[in-house]
């Protein structure tokens, strides 16, 4: 019978912890390797946007008390996602029925989460997994087949298989695939947070106060946005999680690393943006960012010109270019190291969620005696570049659609989105396949092969 094998995770970010959690669970023996200090250092950043395939994905991969905890402490997102004019003309309103293909258990619903809390949560009972301030360098792959991976400290890890989960700027990637690249696009963002207060809510609009949101003027810009609203939704949640204790983790304390914002982003060509933009600090950027969306509706600008100055950021948006399959090894990649995506429509942290149940899977029937480890890395990263390259395009398309300088192409996408919000079977049809997903649903039996 082959040996079970042991894995090194270089990475603990969401895709990697994900991946932890789910070979731990299935009995693999998976040591996760992370360059931060410790695990607060990783939790800078906004809310993450969790749909069914990132969904469905952590309910396979977590022991059930940290799902129930992840479903109490993630914010609803919201009725759905809303299309309208820079004067808050609907367009189209898509459900959140037809996000998630009429399905409507926790794993099938969308969540707002808090990036604070997933971070806990994916790191509880992983102490004796995860080994903090371990930067790392390369790997050689040793006589045996097994591969070493080196760090900046002179230490090393040997395993029998190595998943690059470092990110976009992957240093395994740069090894394994040097071809493999990733771009500058030509869209910009200015992105921010507005509280969400007592005060703020008195004057923000229902939309987008709860839910999603995309404002798209007759050319050249677009704005996004999406309300986090956990803490609220955690502390009425905070009797309906039983088994935390053993995790060191209570959802009042979970609660108390939220606050609730609306996260907005004004994305544009980056020919709108002057030279020295990287240069502005918070006020400056919300200056950049009102001259782009002059004569909107006061609301929008209002909201603009009351966020937190020191929430507020240039993002320019950079992508993966897909690239032809290579020869599946006992090396691999999951999430932004290898199909890296523009921020449009929130698809990478759940690709990245998916790669790593999809991965768990696979390796689970290596460990169990059911198939043999390179072609189950093979079978793993042919889905994985179907999945994923597959959002990098969509992405893509949806930023290009996002700045387009076109009158003519946006007017008539405005006319497709009028008649998608008169047409049920149409609006399904164009929007319900964007955040589904097609993944199997018996979590317990895709780990343990029952």
């Known amino acids: 019978m082959p040996t079970p094998p042991e ?17 731990t669970r299935a009995g693999v023996a998976v040591r996760v390797y992370e360059r931060d200090a410790e695990p607060r250092d990783w939790v800078r950043g906004y809310r993450i946007h969790v ?9 396979q991969c977590l022991p059930r008390p940290l799902w129930e905890a992840f479903v109490a402490t993630a914010g609803h997102p919201g009725p759905g996602f809303r299309f309208q004019t820079e004067h808050l003309e609907e367009l189209v309103f898509v459900e959140e029925g037809v996000m998630s293909g009429g399905a409507t258990g926790p794993a099938d619903v969308h969540h707002a989460a808090s990036r604070v809390v997933l ?33 900046a400290d002179g230490t090393s890890a040997t395993a029998d298989v190595l998943v690059g989960a470092d990110g976009a700027g992957s240093t395994v990637r740069r090894q394994y695939l040097p071809h493999a690249g990733r771009v500058l696009t030509d869209a910009v963002a200015v992105g921010g947070r507005l509280p969400l207060t007592p005060a703020t809510r ?60 609306v996260l907005f982003a004004v994305i544009a060509h980056r020919d709108a943006y ?61 999430g932004d190291a290898i199909h890296s995506m523009t921020p449009a429509m929130g698809f990478g942290a759940n690709v990245a969620l998916r790669d790593a ?38 992405a893509a398309r949806l930023t290009e659609f996002m700045i387009s300088g076109n009158p003519v192409l946006r007017h008539a996408a405005k006319g497709w989105f009028r008649a998608c919000d008169l047409a049920g079977p149409l609006k399904r049809m164009s ?20």
């Open 274 to 334: 002057p030279r020295d933009a990287a240069t502005l600090d918070g006020d400056g950027l919300k200056r950049l960012a009102a001259a782009l969306t002059t004569g909107w509706h006061p609301d929008l600008r209002r909201m603009l010109a009351e966020a937190d100055p020191a929430s507020v950021q240039l993002m320019p948006f950079k992508t993966s270019v897909p690239i032809r399959p290579w020869p599946a090894t006992n090396v691999t990649l999951l």
């Open 51 to 59: 749909n069914q395939m990132g969904g469905r994905s952590l309910r």
């Open 202 to 261: 008195r004057w923000l609009p229902p939309g987008f106060q709860e839910g999603l949101n995309l404002v798209l003027p007759p050319k050249g810009c677009a704005m996004f946005t999406a309300s986090f609203t956990g803490k609220r939704h955690t502390l009425d949640n905070l009797g309906d999680v039983a088994g935390l204790a053993p995790f060191g983790l209570d959802l009042r304390s979970l609660a108390d690393e939220m606050e609730d914002y």
């Open 119 to 151: 971070r806990r949560l994916l790191m509880a009972g992983m102490d004796d997994v995860v080994h903090f301030g371990k930067t790392f360098q390369r790997y050689e792959t040793r006589p045996d087949g097994r591969v070493t991976a080196f760090f």
């Open 431 to 450: 929007f319900g396949g964007l955040w589904a997903d097609g993944t199997p649903q018996e979590p317990e039996r895709l780990l343990a092969g029952r």
């Open 357 to 394: 149940a999809l991965l768990a899977r696979h390796l689970a029937t290596v460990h169990r005696g059911e198939d043999t480890l390179v072609p189950a890395v093979a079978a793993y990263e042919e889905q994985m570049r179907d999945h994923g390259f597959r959002a990098v395009r969509t």
């Open 7 to 23: 894995v090194i995770v270089i990475g603990g970010g969401i895709g990697g912890m994900c991946l932890a959690q789910g070979l």
